[in-house]
């Protein structure tokens, strides 16, 4: 933990650099830190906070940047932030100018979310639930290769081979799908990832598989989302050469942003940020997304987010995504003739 006055140093040095895009100078953070302490001592802190990884100088005498981590530290302060009230008021008048059908609900909570943000916001159609697992087969082909045969809740059926690290007769395949359909009945796959229990090496690479398997199942409707803000994002200073946006804007062509800026295993409810190289993808790690589920949890479950470069204004995007996923999730509930769920709350972390 930082003490009081590092703090203080650091939040103005990330709100400043957030606002302006320049290094900011020690000057620039004793005007705006409202610490009543001399120069001397506010350099002393920055020069503890660029050892400690917080913030980073490109040389001696320049200002500071944050770092992924000093913009971590300064996320995590903002818990429990809000739109203001107004906005909220504003929001609301909105939404009931459109007419009562889910498209418009989605086309109007991306423009709104862009407009807000100045980057990229996307938000996917809800869908159903996680898929669940009901059965597994394998059947031995020669030596180690096995065929997997995955049956999902719902009857779906995915087929893929597996090669096991040593052969495999049917009867230790056999044993393996005993002990896993036991073991797995009726779970999503992070339910599975999450299940503490002592596998044997087959059982693990059987299980790898299987997870495998449910992923791309789970995944494979990301690409039905919604998108505005590309324009916003490019008039950001850090994408005045091009050369930085070029693999995003293949994302955003190929339809495979909503897929991507999904963190990993995103279980719980509530506000999300991945910063930089928080983010499990390579193409984003020069990024920060702010992302959330909204819906009906095991029903219809969409995802809203924002991805723009680290200098994000954190707590614009995650008060409105936080309010905008709220608004969502009960437009969904009644949709579906269901009670509203709660709304959100912020979580944060990789």
């Not at 009081?4 to 650099?17: N, P, T």
């Not at 082909?141 to 809740?153: D, F, H, S």
């Not at 791309?216 to 916003?232: I, K, M, R, T």
């Not at 193409?283 to 949890?297: A, E, F, M, Q, T």
């Amino acid at each position: 933990m930082l003490s009081a006055r590092a703090e203080s140093v650091l939040k103005s040095i990330v709100g400043q650099y957030i606002a302006t895009a320049k290094p900011v100078s020690s000057a620039s953070v004793i005007d705006g830190c409202g610490l009543e302490v001399c120069s001397a001592t506010v350099r002393n802190e920055m020069v503890r906070l660029e050892q400690d990884d917080y913030i980073i100088r490109p040389h001696h005498s320049a200002g500071a940047i944050p770092s992924d981590k000093g913009y971590r530290y300064y996320v995590e302060s903002l818990k429990g932030v809000e739109l203001p009230v107004a906005e909220q008021f504003m929001i609301s008048h909105l939404f009931h100018q459109v007419e009562g059908e889910l498209e418009e609900w989605l086309s109007l909570t991306v423009a709104l979310l862009a407009q807000w943000v100045h980057n990229i916001a996307v938000i996917t159609s809800p869908r159903s639930a996680a898929c669940r697992f009901h059965h597994l087969e394998l059947v031995s082909l020669q030596g180690p290769m096995a065929l997997a045969v995955l049956i999902l809740r719902g009857a779906k059926v995915k087929q893929q081979l597996i090669t096991f690290d040593e052969p495999m007769s049917q009867a230790d395949l056999t044993a393996i799908t005993s002990r896993v359909n036991v073991a797995y009945s009726s779970l999503t796959r992070s339910q599975i990832r999450g299940k503490k229990m002592e596998l044997s090496p087959g059982e693990r690479q059987a299980t790898d598989c299987l997870v495998k398997m449910m992923k791309a199942e789970d995944w494979q409707e990301y690409e039905d989302s919604y998108l505005d803000g590309l324009h916003f994002m490019l008039e950001q200073p850090e994408f005045t050469h091009g050369q930085r946006a070029q693999s995003l804007m293949e994302l955003v062509e190929q339809r495979r942003l909503g897929r991507v800026i999904i963190p990993e295993e995103m279980t719980e409810q509530g506000v999300k940020v991945v910063i930089g190289r928080e983010n499990r993808v390579d193409v984003i790690r020069d990024y920060s997304v702010v992302v959330s589920h909204y819906g009906l949890p095991e029903e219809a479950v969409g995802t809203i987010g924002v991805v723009g470069p680290t200098r994000m204004p954190y707590e614009r995007a995650i008060s409105a995504i936080s309010y905008l996923s709220s608004v969502m999730s009960t437009l969904v509930a009644e949709l579906y003739g269901r009670e509203i769920p709660p709304g959100p709350a912020m979580t944060s972390g990789n």
